[in-house]
């Protein structure tokens, strides 16, 4: 079972570089999810898509964008990437059909910003 | 809006000891509870979640946790912890209003455990 699948693991851009990072999962969910993590803060939503064909912005999406490609796929882009986008990027997905299911959680991408 | 504290950012125990991660929420109905284990280099793994019923609940790798609804807590614990228990912890609560935009995070407590 792959779950949640994100590419790359890491990735180092320079400042002004674009790069779109990006996720999979085969558990036939419905919801998809991009946080974000950073030291002493925690996991901040970016965006997210309750169902195929829609997106809707989280807590931090200045600096994103998303498309959700089909129900198996949710990319990430940083058209311009900042060093303040140095973070941990984690991609879930859950069944929304159960409002109390959980997320699922993909191993992450590292990536740093010079 | 809700938001969700876990107030130790790091904890210390020895191999054998008891444990308890704090965790309180704010939110004006009854939440979702989540407990989310991370280790290095890997994404989150649920350990156990509340929605409704026993206040009690257990969850994998001997984990259980109990809902206080007066003190607005969700504290996870374990009777004896194992030094492959080193790792972060976090909260999380959901919406019951059934928006996508769910699971509000803690900021993770890291627990360290001593031979």
């Known amino acids: 079972n792959a779950g949640v699948t994100q590419t790359p693991k890491f990735q180092v851009l320079k400042t002004g570089q674009s790069m779109t990072l990006q996720c999979a999962q085969d558990?036939?969910?419905?919801?998809m999810y991009w946080y974000r993590q950073d030291p002493g803060m925690g996991l901040r939503l970016i965006y997210y898509?309750?169902?195929?064909?829609?997106?809707d912005k989280g807590e931090v999406p200045n600096g994103y964008n998303v498309s959700r490609l089909n129900k198996r796929e949710f990319s990430l882009r940083l058209e311009s990437a900042a060093p303040s986008q140095t973070s941990v990027y984690f991609c879930?997905?859950?069944?929304?059909?159960?409002?109390?299911?959980?997320?699922?959680f993909g191993n992450g991408t590292r990536l740093t910003v010079t | 809006a809700q938001s969700v504290t876990q107030p130790d950012i790091h904890i210390t125990v020895s191999e054998g000891a008891s444990l308890e991660l704090r965790c309180n929420y704010s939110?004006?109905?009854?939440?979702?509870l989540f407990w989310y284990v991370q280790s290095p280099g890997q994404g989150l793994q649920l350990l156990l979640k509340?929605?409704?019923?026993?206040?009690l609940v257990q969850g994998i790798k001997g984990f259980e946790a109990e809902f206080k609804r007066s003190q607005s807590s969700f504290n996870l614990r374990k009777p004896s912890v194992h030094w492959s228990d080193a790792a972060e912890y976090f909260c999380a609560v959901g919406f019951s209003s059934g928006s996508a935009r769910q699971l509000t995070f803690g900021s993770g407590t890291q627990l360290t455990v001593l031979p």
């Open positions: 898509s309750a169902s195929e064909g829609t997106t």
């Open positions: 879930a997905s859950r069944d929304f059909s159960s409002y109390n299911s959980p997320l699922h």
């Open positions: 558990m036939n969910h419905n919801s």
């Open positions: 509340y929605f409704s019923g026993d206040t």
């Open positions: 939110y004006g109905a009854t939440p979702y």
